[in-house]
Structures are given as structure tokens and as C-alpha cells.
């Protein structure tokens, strides 16, 4: 990866499939390139792949509520306001 994506902020979108896997290694490599992301998880995706393995190869925050509001944080206005990039 190049280093146009260092300190982008990337918003990542996974739901559950065979693709989901290499998902993981997606995110390990925009780390490697210094990007900042976050996950965001359907409910069958985090059955597949527990959140905390996004959120240990991403060193990230992973969202699997969209309307869980925390400390005025509202996930589904907020993380499309944050995001520069988003990958389905």
C-alpha cells in the first residue's frame, strides 16, 4: 500500500461472506500504511469473526450498533461525517 493512505481515515463496512476473512488482512495492511480506520459490523459478520479480531489486527474501533449512543457519539451520523474513505 502506498503512503498516499497515511493518516486517511478510513471507514471499513463488512457483512458476513467468504470475503469476510480477507477483510482481516485489508485492514492489517492500511495499518501498515499508517491509515486510521474503523469497522463496522452487521450482526451476522460479528458471528463469523469476533469484533475484538478486527479490533486487534486494526487497532481500531469496531461498531457493531448503529444507534447505540455513547458519551454523544451517534455512530450512524458521526462515522459519515469522520470517514475520508469507506470500503464495502
Same mark, same amino acid.
Given at each position: 500500500?502506498? &503512503?498516499? %493512505? ?5 471507514? +471499513?463496512? *463488512? ?6 476473512? $480477507?477483510? !482481516?488482512?485489508?485492514? &492489517?495492511? %492500511? ?5 486510521? +480506520?474503523? *469497522? ?6 460479528? $458471528?463469523? !469473526? ?39
Amino acid at each position: 500500500m502506498s &503512503s498516499i %493512505l497515511k493518516n486517511r481515515k478510513i471507514l +471499513i463496512c *463488512v457483512s458476513s461472506g467468504i470475503a469476510l476473512y $480477507k477483510t !482481516v488482512g485489508l485492514i &492489517s495492511s %492500511l495499518r501498515k500504511s499508517a491509515a486510521e +480506520i474503523k *469497522v463496522v459490523l452487521t450482526p451476522n459478520a460479528k $458471528k463469523m !469473526v469476533s469484533e475484538i479480531v478486527f479490533s486487534s489486527v486494526g487497532n481500531c474501533s469496531v461498531y457493531t450498533d448503529m444507534f447505540d449512543i455513547n458519551n454523544g457519539w451517534i455512530p450512524h451520523t458521526d462515522l459519515s461525517n469522520w470517514a475520508e474513505l469507506l470500503v464495502v
